[in-house]
């Protein structure tokens, strides 16, 4: 097996505004895994507020490249356990993982669907995400919208931004990226319109979440609080759902064994994502059945994707059956 890994600069159609800041571009790591003529891919990408730095992952894969060249074609989870002894970063164990999935399903003629005997038909819709802007400016960007589903950001609450968007009766939720106070989040989870919202994603600060009430109105969503499978029980007080991020957790592996033991804990499931090429978005798509929401338009909202395979439009998902995860390099 080879190795080959490049970095990427993926370009937004409009710059994205949360709660963290501004941004036009992500950069983006590119990692193929080859073998016999077949080619399997994986990406990760730098976010500043997971203080990512793809030039340290560059310097790891250089470390590591003999082991994983070394290492005969086994199956997908054997590859995992293989990987997990490396000490590596979530983020660029995920491409890996991701990689290797692609690679040994084009290997065997097999999709991550048939591999793993996931349903293909009943894929829930994804939302496409509305950055950060006036109230005005965001009621537009939904109305003009062929999707059925969006994710609004928010930074800080604005009372008057939570009345006119559940005046426009549509499929909403809220995204704080953190910027909720405790004082907001009691307002929300008493208010009784708030359960309009299908959800409210990560409304404090990574481990601030003590303030929240799962029986509240509020339908609470972890992701920055909920990243790996041994945080699901300590956050069963606390939220309804998770968002679960193949970057966060370290990929499909782990992601199916977070999903599993989610459903046993009675938790709503969100398959979610960064801004990722098709490459992260096809992975993210093999999950769609398993899945209450998804959040899958990170390919959308770039300019320059370098990718074919699974995709979403207008938040329909679609899968192309082809083998492993279905990607291929434009």
Known sequence: MKINFTTKKLRLKETFSIAYGNYDHRDALLIELSHQNYKGYGECVAIDYYQINLNDFVLKLKEIQREIEGQKIIHPKDFFAFLVGLNLHPFL????????????????????????????NDLVESSITISVASIEEQIKKISQSEWNKFKVKCKGLDKMQIEKLLQLNKNIALDSNASFTDEDCSWLQKNNEIQKFSYLEQPRPIDNYKVLQKEGFANWMADEDCQYIDSLEELIPYYKSINIKLMKCGGLTPALDMIKKARELNYKIMIGCMTESTVGISAGCLLASLVDYADLDGATLISNDYATGNFVENGKITLSGKPGLGIHLK
Do not use: H, M
């Not at 993982?97 to 996931?118: M, P, R, V």
């Open 93 to 120: 164990l995920s491409a890996l993982d991701c990689a290797y999935w692609d690679l040994f399903g084009k290997l065997e003629n097999k999709s991550f669907i048939e591999l793993n005997k996931i349903p293909s």
